[in-house]
T-cell receptor
């Protein structure tokens, strides 16, 4: 069964450093997302991406964050200068689009900022 | 922002019995609702969904009920199995392609053998 894959599974980084989280969405999917879950809190939407551009973003997704799909298969989330409060599980998701479709999630990347 | 709420953080059920997980929402613009199941160290796995034009959707042991007037939905699992033990998230969206999901806080279901 096709699946969304994320790398790395765990990333530890020093505060102020840049990190790139990587995702390979399901191949025929057209819509891509990043969500995050801070420990003990809800899963929160960060950004959606379609047709090589951001279609929606939340208040969390500030200038420190960026996304791109550099090569038609990978979908990346970059955090330019990490803060302690960026520590969370980051989930990538993708979907085909259209009515009554569901997003498929990857297994997540645990980001720890120290 | 509590647009989607799951008021029970945990639920314990005996194997073979029915599990009922509840979810309430406040935004009347939501028209598509989903349930996801999540095991530790894994991403959410889609379980079942319902469009606002329906009031019930069934898939095997899983049934989702939607009460639009009450802005309430529930997930019924029957019979419950120990492998169903996980965190269940309710999520809602506007049913247009590319729209974000708004998640509830999750309910931890424990099915005891």
């Amino acid at each position: 069964e096709p699946e969304v894959t994320q790398t790395p599974s765990h990333q530890v980084t020093q505060m102020g450093q840049e990190v790139i989280l990587r995702c390979v969405p399901i191949s025929n999917h057209l819509y891509f997302y990043w969500y995050r879950q801070i420990l003990g809190q809800k899963v929160e939407f960060l950004v959606s991406f379609y047709n090589n551009e951001i279609s929606e973003k939340s208040e969390i997704f500030d200038d420190q964050f960026s996304v791109e799909r550099p090569d038609g298969s990978n979908f990346t989330l970059k955090i330019r200068s990490t803060k302690l409060e960026d520590s969370a599980m980051y989930f990538c998701a993708s979907e085909t689009g259209g009515r009554d479709t569901e997003a498929f999630f990857g297994q997540g990347t645990r980001l720890t900022v120290v | 922002d509590q647009q989607v709420k799951q008021n029970s953080p945990s639920l314990s059920v005996q194997e073979g019995r029915i599990s009922i997980l509840n979810c309430d929402y406040t935004n009347s613009m939501f028209d598509y609702f989903l349930w996801y199941k999540k095991y530790p160290a894994e991403g959410p796995t889609f379980l079942i969904s319902i469009s606002s034009i329906k009031d019930k959707n069934e898939d095997g042991r899983f049934t989702v009920f939607l009460n639009k007037s009450a802005k309430h939905l529930s997930l019924h699992i029957v019979p419950s199995q120990p492998g169903d033990s996980a965190v269940y998230f309710c999520a809602a969206s506007y049913n247009n392609a590319g729209n974000m999901l708004t998640f509830g806080g999750g309910t931890r279901l424990m099915v005891k053998p």
